[in-house]
């Protein structure tokens, strides 16, 4: 048994507000479509970010609408599971990979979690949010023990695990159940290949660059997807890579030689057959940045799709180079930082409510907060809650550390 597994292809991601950006990231999909059929695959998982949203444009659902059926063409199913950016939270609705049933794709969801591939038994579960991590972890468990009763077995999901993410993660490593074969994972855009329980615990990594934290990565790994073979005792991991339409060009050059060093970028990408993206440091600037990013411009502009610099300042009196732009707490940062002190589950709540209300998904928002009091909250007796409201009367109210909020004022 031999199956193709990737993930955050992110269709439809027009990245810096390029229309050829978004046109990258649907030519890289139609090369994955077209080396997985050459791999001879029996079938496909994509573990979730299949869109950049969960309303997708048409030439999104067209592009991938396409590569099913060419999938579908050469007798390759495809299993699939909504992931942060194409789940729908809100109750009775539906991801749009549930367009494309009746095309042939079978969508693992929350109503029909599991598949059976000849004797290969494939469970999963579509993006949860960290505030649902109590349910998360119960579906999890009985995944688990479904899995017990087969010799071969996938788990599919879309989930940030602390191991390998730093930041914002849904679930610890000790969380995930042992007993499966292969964890088909997404959501984090890096390549990762790692021993779990009795198989292998894979990434695949996004199939275009996202972000530009992703180059490292990109470099090291390159961009594509994974190819599984479970016919031996061992599950067996081979890495496919897939070249991306346009290269992401990072320089660092020293103002007193600007002049040698755009020459010599120059040089580099004047035959690409796609303008590049120039990500550039310049250091030990002494004049006006505006000037010199003119003076770039009138140089590599005609051969670079987009040219993002970053000045350091020579600071003559401290002999040391200034950034001119420093790096800043986001939203996300600043709350934690605000909430310090009033636990992980009210830290993970605010920042989830935050990127929910940013985008005015009022309603996705409010079912956050009914789970998180239903998780937290819903079981209290009111004895206990009049007792609490008894002994606040009599104690003195303790102040709240300087700087910090509470956690009424969050969601006011």
Same mark, same amino acid.
């Given at each position: 048994?031999?199956?193709?597994?990737?993930? #955050?292809?992110?269709?439809?991601?027009?990245?810096?507000?390029?229309?050829?950006? $978004?046109?990258?990231?649907?030519?890289?999909?139609?090369?994955?479509?077209?080396?997985? &059929?050459?791999?001879?695959?029996?079938?496909?998982?994509?573990?979730?970010?299949?869109?950049?949203?969960?309303?997708?444009?048409?030439?999104?659902?067209?592009? !991938?609408?396409?590569?099913?059926?060419?999938?579908?063409?050469?007798?390759?199913?495809?299993?699939?599971?909504?992931?942060?950016?194409?789940?729908?939270?809100?109750?009775?609705?539906?991801?749009?990979?549930?367009?494309?049933?009746?095309?042939?794709?079978?969508?693992?969801?929350?109503?029909?979690?599991?598949?059976?591939?000849?004797?290969?038994?494939?469970?999963?579960?579509?993006?949860?949010?960290?505030?649902?991590?109590?349910?998360?972890?119960?579906?999890?468990?009985?995944?688990?023990?479904?899995?017990?009763?087969?010799?071969?077995?996938?788990?599919?999901?879309?989930?940030?695990?602390?191991?390998?993410? +730093? !930041?914002?993660?849904?679930?610890?490593?000790?969380?995930?159940?042992?007993? !499966?074969?292969?964890?088909?994972?997404?959501?984090?855009?890096?390549?990762?290949? #790692?021993?779990?329980?009795?198989?292998?615990?894979?990434?695949?990594? +996004?199939?275009?660059?996202?972000?530009?934290?992703?180059?490292?990565?990109?470099?090291?790994?390159?961009?594509?997807?994974?190819?599984?073979?479970?016919?031996?005792?061992?599950?067996?991991?081979?890495?496919?890579?897939?070249?991306?339409?346009?290269?992401?060009?990072?320089?660092?050059?020293?103002?007193?030689?600007?002049?040698?060093?755009?020459?010599?970028?120059?040089?580099?990408?004047?035959?690409?057959?796609?303008?590049?993206?120039?990500?550039?440091? &310049?250091?030990?600037?002494?004049?006006?940045?505006?000037?010199?990013? $003119?003076?770039?411009?009138?140089?590599?502009?005609?051969?670079?799709?987009?040219?993002?610099?970053?000045?350091?300042?020579?600071?003559?009196?401290?002999?040391?180079?200034?950034?001119?732009?420093?790096?800043?707490?986001?939203?996300?940062?600043?709350?934690?930082?605000?909430?310090?002190?009033?636990?992980?589950?009210?830290?993970?709540?605010?920042?989830?409510?935050?990127?929910?209300?940013?985008?005015?998904?009022?309603?996705?928002?409010?079912?956050?907060?009914?789970?998180?009091?239903?998780?937290?909250?819903?079981?209290?007796?009111?004895?206990?809650?009049?007792?609490?409201?008894?002994?606040?009367?009599?104690?003195?109210?303790?102040?709240?550390?300087?700087?910090?909020?509470?956690?009424?004022?969050?969601?006011?």
């Amino acid at each position: 048994m031999k199956f193709a597994h990737l993930a #955050d292809t992110h269709l439809g991601y027009r990245q810096y507000g390029l229309f050829e950006r $978004e046109k990258d990231f649907y030519e890289v999909f139609e090369k994955v479509i077209d080396k997985i &059929i050459e791999e001879n695959v029996d079938f496909v998982i994509h573990s979730g970010d299949l869109f950049e949203t969960a309303r997708p444009s048409p030439l999104a659902l067209l592009t !991938f609408q396409k590569g099913l059926l060419k999938l579908k063409g050469a007798g390759i199913p495809m299993y699939a599971i909504a992931g942060n950016h194409d789940v729908v939270m809100r109750k009775g609705s539906i991801p749009p990979q549930v367009i494309f049933k009746k095309s042939g794709l079978k969508v693992i969801s929350n109503i029909n979690p599991t598949y059976m591939h000849g004797d290969v038994f494939i469970a999963g579960l579509p993006f949860f949010p960290a505030s649902h991590g109590k349910l998360l972890k119960s579906k999890l468990a009985d995944l688990s023990d479904k899995a017990s009763h087969h010799e071969k077995s996938i788990l599919v999901l879309h989930q940030g695990i602390d191991k390998y993410f +730093s !930041f914002n993660y849904e679930l610890e490593i000790g969380d995930i159940p042992d007993n !499966f074969d292969y964890y088909a994972m997404g959501h984090i855009h890096k390549y990762v290949n #790692d021993k779990f329980g009795k198989g292998r615990l894979v990434y695949p990594g +996004s199939s275009e660059i996202w972000k530009t934290s992703e180059i490292p990565d990109y470099l090291e790994n390159g961009k594509g997807f994974v190819v599984v073979e479970m016919d031996g005792p061992k599950t067996l991991v081979k890495r496919v890579k897939i070249d991306i339409p346009r290269e992401f060009i990072k320089r660092t050059l020293d103002y007193n030689k600007l002049e040698s060093g755009i020459a010599g970028i120059k040089e580099t990408i004047k035959d690409f057959d796609k303008k590049p993206i120039l990500n550039l440091t &310049i250091n030990n600037v002494d004049s006006d940045t505006s000037r010199v990013y $003119e003076l770039i411009k009138e140089e590599l502009g005609e051969l670079a799709l987009m040219i993002r610099p970053t000045f350091n300042m020579y600071d003559e009196d401290e002999s040391v180079m200034m950034p001119e732009v420093t790096s800043k707490l986001g939203p996300e940062e600043l709350l934690k930082i605000q909430l310090k002190g009033y636990g992980s589950n009210v830290d993970v709540l605010s920042t989830e409510l935050y990127d929910l209300l940013s985008k005015d998904k009022l309603e996705e928002a409010k079912e956050i907060i009914d789970q998180f009091y239903n998780d937290h909250y819903a079981n209290i007796n009111e004895d206990v809650e009049f007792k609490t409201e008894k002994v606040e009367e009599e104690t003195p109210k303790e102040e709240k550390p300087e700087g910090q909020v509470t956690f009424k004022e969050v969601l006011e």
